[in-house]
């Protein structure tokens, strides 16, 4: 009894193991992988919905803080791209951003 209950652990882990699929390289609209050090701008994949994202204290009309935004908007107007950013995976050994792994965001005023 003891025996099967192993071999069966063992099948069910390597099954798992097998199921769950490797990070794959984050592609950006054209194709191409997305890359550390590149200023990128996050826009609607549907045109017509508005433009790209921003950073602002706007909303917050209770804060005194202007060196750390708090709020990501989205442009009203699709002819506005938003603020340009770079992603740099936790991990800076990678130069190439993998899905399902930590990074840093950082946002570029316009």
Request: charged share 15%; glycine share 8%; hydrophobic share 40%.
């Amino acid at each position: 009894m003891k025996t099967s209950l192993l071999a069966f652990s063992i099948i069910s882990l390597a099954f798992i193991c097998k199921t769950i699929a490797a990070p794959e390289p984050v592609l950006d609209i054209t194709g191409k992988k997305v890359t550390t050090g590149v200023k990128y701008y996050i826009l609607p994949v549907i045109r017509g919905k508005g433009g790209g994202l921003t950073v602002t204290n706007e909303n917050n009309l209770n804060s005194n803080n202007n060196t750390c935004p708090l709020f990501v908007l989205q442009e009203k107007l699709e002819v506005k791209n938003g603020q340009a950013v770079t992603f740099t995976p936790y991990n800076a050994n990678q130069g190439v951003i993998l899905t399902s792994t930590d990074l840093n965001i950082e946002s570029y005023g316009v």
